[in-house]
């Protein structure tokens, strides 16, 4: 099972746990991306996400086929939210689960890591002073 | 040819607007294109990275661009 | 922020998410272990725990510590269930959050994998026709 | 000195009760310990490990135990 899914309004990863479970699973990864009061020592006041959706589901549909088949899993879902997030909710949740940990522990974090490389989205910290578009400068 | 390219993320804000119309030459690469783009908004160049994605694809530096493709100019992404 | 925790009540994985999120925190990760349907293709009707609950208190904080120490967590959460557990229902919930994902991951999986070596708990298996305790001999 | 062990999972079995009370010479040490029970319950052998803690830790093998020292049997964990 997958599911991958693009939305505005808030993550539930308690949803996204129960979907991966399965009476056949015994292990289920779990990680969520919370949106940080500070950068650099620096108060942020929200986040900010846009996304291509079109290219960024196909991209996120791409991770879940890959860890999917490379570890065995039996699900993977993968949630991210869009547009103004404040400090504390979940702008990302990705659950996997398989028959044993170690897989699912190896595919939740692939997958976090290829979404951060891969997916077309973009987040931008707001300050009291001013707006940064998150890793656009080298 | 005249094609059309949306931005997102910091591209938008470079470009100062969603998108724009560039006149290239027909049969023109996706190499070819961002040169032209560096070159009309010298920003571009403070980027750690500067892609083109072709009909909701990642493509090769040597992709043609057809006049109907949609290009979409994909900035340093930082989803997560 | 550690919690460390036996029960024989229903494990709550939400609250535990609930529990490690932090403002500051950018990254959770969440284990959860349920209870397979079955073991090497034979179907398993439930699992039974039994612990030494005053020492796996112990050594669960001490992986808590350790965790927390070694990969400068914000917080742990150990929540462990006794007694029978039905198919599909949580054994085992470990969340940990941090400033970023690495450490996270690193720290769920430490402290999985060394609850499963150190802390005195119990697993027996319950088949149609016989039980067995997991791992007892070689 | 006399001396009760308290056993959990299939040390339970294997002793046919929660715990026995054994008869070691005084400062005995864990190793005497476990032997004794291995030649008392030879289906110890069988098990992947055997282990005592006394006082709720894991002890050292030349550990000496004391009359008061709440002893332990700790057979292959599998929490989780």
Redesign the interface.
Known sequence: MRSIYITSDKLD??AC?EAV??????????????V???TKGKAVLHLD????E???L?EMQKIADRAMERWGLYSMVIH?RTGLVP??EE??VIACSS?H??E??QA??FA?DT??????????EVFEDGEV?????? | MNIEIVAFGIAKDILKGKSIQLEVASAATVEQVKKQLVNDYPDFQTLASLQLAVNAEYVVDDYVLNENDEVVLIPPVSGG
């Open positions: 990863s308690q746990t479970t399965y009476d056949g699973a015994g292990g289920i990864v779990v990680f969520v991306g919370t940080r009061n500070a996400f846009e996304a291509y079109k290219m960024a196909k991210h400090i504390g702008a990302v028959a940990r170690k699912a522990f939740c974090e976090i979404l951060k490389e891969t997916v077309p989205i973009w987040k931008k578009w998150v890793s656009a400068h080298p």
